[in-house]
């Protein structure tokens, strides 16, 4: 099991941008595909992007194409979610995975194996 620890959440106003990072300790982390997900309260967790172990290959969600963005430095062992043009709709916790099993990006919650603890975002109108 390898342990993600996000970070850089907060309160934001609509129109504004917020960087996540999730630090991975897997020490093959390029040969994981990574995801980030986002969960509200009452419903379930929701797929924003996905990323392959190289960084070459994305996946978007249609609510979040073209305002947020998913990299990764691999030297660093570090998945990051640039989130533009934010939202009241895109207040959540948001959740980094680790698919550790496969290096393609997926945009299927049940393939990633491990999950860091949450950070929240929250967009205010």
């Known amino acids: 099991q390898v342990q993600l620890v996000e970070s850089g959440g907060g309160l934001v106003q609509a129109g504004g941008s917020l960087r996540l990072s999730c630090a991975c300790s897997?020490?093959?982390?390029?040969?994981?595909?990574m995801g980030w997900f986002r969960q509200v309260p009452g419903k379930e967790r929701e797929f924003v992007a996905s990323i392959s172990g190289s960084g070459g290959s994305t996946l978007y969600a249609d609510s979040v194409k073209d305002r947020f963005t998913i990299y990764r430095d691999n030297a660093k062992s570090t998945v990051y979610l640039q989130m533009n043009s934010l939202k009241p709709e895109d207040t959540a916790a948001y959740y980094c995975?680790?698919?550790?099993?496969?290096?393609?990006?997926?945009?299927?919650?049940?393939?990633?194996?491990?999950w860091g603890q949450g950070t929240q975002v929250t967009v205010s109108s």
């Open positions: 995975a680790a698919r550790k099993a496969s290096y393609y990006a997926t945009r299927d919650l049940k393939l990633y194996e491990d």
């Open positions: 897997g020490r093959t982390f390029r040969t994981y595909a």
